[in-house]
T-cell receptor
Framework: DAKTTQPPSMDCAEGRAANLPCNHSTISGNEYVYWYRQIHSQGPQYIIH???NNETNEMASLIITEDRKSSTLILPHATLRDTAVYYC???????????????FGKGTKLSVKP | DADVTQTPRNRITKTGKRIMLECSQT?????MYWYRQDPGLGLRLIYYSFDVKDINKGEISDGYSVSRQAQAKFSLSLESAIPNQTALYFC??????????????FGPGTRLTVL
């Protein structure tokens, strides 16, 4: 079973911020929070990851609560091309590489509307 | 050129046939993975390999086998295909380098239909 819980679907207006929540109440101290997205039936694409501090890159921001039991992925200005399924995953890094036990769950289907 | 390639991209086969899906990568990564995805569901891990001599079963390995021929190549075989193996199959790689981001890079997928 997935270690994370996400809403099955969300809508967002184009140009507005999309805030995607994720609960991971059983996260371990050595596990990172990763976000991937899958556009249509393409291979999933890495977005961002973090351990306990908030993170930002060119694609998104990741806000992790202080107790690390939940997080929010923020797409600051959603476009139609951001319509995808977004997966929140917890994974422990082993010498910089994924241990291979990524559990994707069903993710959140984000629909960005004009 | 794509960093992670999969062949074939689409395949239709019959029950009982043996089929091999191939994955090649030019990223120089040590770790490679095979996943399957059923409609409306997330990806499930079939097998993964941390180097040429290290093969590990994933969540749903029954009915599948793998071969790591080289660092860059990781093949998935269905010895006797059955209809419930109809799915979208993805190969992925990740880097072993300490301090790396640890993300997995995915291929474009192979759509397999077993009749």
């Amino acid at each position: 079973d997935a270690k994370t819980t996400q809403p099955p679907s969300m809508d967002c207006a184009e140009g507005r911020a999309a805030n995607l929540p994720c609960n991971h109440s059983t996260i371990s101290g050595n596990e990172y929070v990763y976000w991937y997205r899958q556009i249509h039936s393409q291979g999933p694409q890495y977005i961002i990851h973090g351990l306990k501090n908030n993170e930002t890159n060119e694609m998104a921001s990741l806000i992790i609560t202080e107790d690390r039991k939940s997080s929010t992925l923020i797409l600051p200005h959603a476009t139609l091309r951001d319509t995808a399924v977004y997966y929140c995953i917890v994974d422990a890094l082993n010498y910089g590489g994924s241990q291979g036990n990524l559990i994707f769950g069903k993710g959140t289907k984000l629909s960005v509307k004009p | 050129d794509a960093d992670v390639t999969q062949t074939p991209r689409n395949r239709i086969t019959k029950t009982g046939k043996r089929i091999m899906l191939e994955c090649s990568q030019t990223k120089g990564h040590d770790r490679m993975y095979w996943y399957r995805q059923d409609p409306g569901l997330g990806l499930r891990l079939i097998y993964y390999s941390f180097d040429v001599k290290d093969i590990n079963k994933g969540e749903i390995s029954d009915g599948y086998s793998v071969s790591r021929q080289a660092q860059a190549k990781f093949s998935l075989s269905l010895e006797s295909a059955i209809p419930n193996q109809t799915a979208l199959y993805f190969c992925a790689t990740s880097d072993l380098q300490f301090g790396g981001r640890g993300e997995q890079f995915f291929g474009p997928g192979t759509r397999l239909t077993v009749l």
